[in-house]
T-cell receptor, first 113, second 111 residues
């Protein structure tokens, strides 16, 4: 079954900790994305990657970091510098970065405790 | 002004009604238009994908694009309680690096 897998589904973080959210896809897509979703805010782009070993900041990259060492994987680290990390995080991929539709994983709910 | 505007609702309709969901946009370069459905605490799933203007039908769903008015619509015929979800519009242009999303419209179909 092809798709995008995000893990874990729920994640709890203490103040001052870094946490890493996993995103894996077996769709052979070149482009991958991380979005953050808050109530009433819609989807906001954190980072995107068009190709292995390259990624770009989105609209709200501060306090986040990513890597793209493999085509299939695009992990997101939420650092302690992110002041308000509690949110629903969505990973997506698309065949090409521009004019093709994106497919989403099931999301990770991050809560700061 | 946000590039993509979408009324958040909530929109409540009785089962069997025709539902009309809409988005407006400001960037005339947008050519690729999508509608996603998102159930609570789940990732969005792609419903419809259209290029440029015109209509596209898939079962009970019809997507409509009017580029002259910068307006897109999603119609749901014979709505069902299982259609209750948030509907997100998204769009892009040739040089765009990622989709531009509306904030989503919450739909409730009551039995």
């Amino acid at each position: 079954d092809g798709g995008i897998t995000q893990s874990p589904k729920y994640l709890f973080r203490k103040e001052g900790q870094n946490v890493t959210l996993s995103c894996e896809q077996n769709l052979n897509h070149d482009a991958m994305y991380w979005y953050r979703q808050d109530p009433g805010q819609g989807l906001r782009l954190i980072y995107y990657s068009q190709i292995v070993n390259d990624f770009q900041k989105g609209d709200i990259a501060e306090g986040y970091s990513v890597s793209r060492e493999k085509k299939e994987s695009f992990p997101l680290t939420v650092t302690s510098a992110q002041k308000n990390p509690t949110a629903f995080y969505l990973c997506a991929s698309s065949l090409q970065g521009r004019y093709t539709e994106a497919f989403f994983g099931q999301g990770t709910r991050l809560t700061v405790v | 002004q946000k590039e993509v505007e979408q009324d958040p609702g909530p929109l409540s309709v009785p089962e069997g009604a025709i539902v009309s969901l809409n988005c407006t946009y400001s960037n005339s370069a947008f050519q690729y238009f999508m509608w996603y459905r998102q159930y609570s605490r789940k990732g969005p799933e792609l419903l419809m994908y259209t290029y440029s203007s015109g209509n596209k039908e898939d079962g009970r769903f019809t997507a409509q694009v009017d580029k002259s008015s910068k307006y897109i619509s999603l119609f749901i015929r014979d709505s069902q309680p299982s259609d209750s979800a948030t509907y997100l519009c998204a769009m892009n242009w040739n040089s765009g690096y990622a989709l531009n999303f509306g904030k989503g419209t919450s739909l409730l179909v009551t039995p």
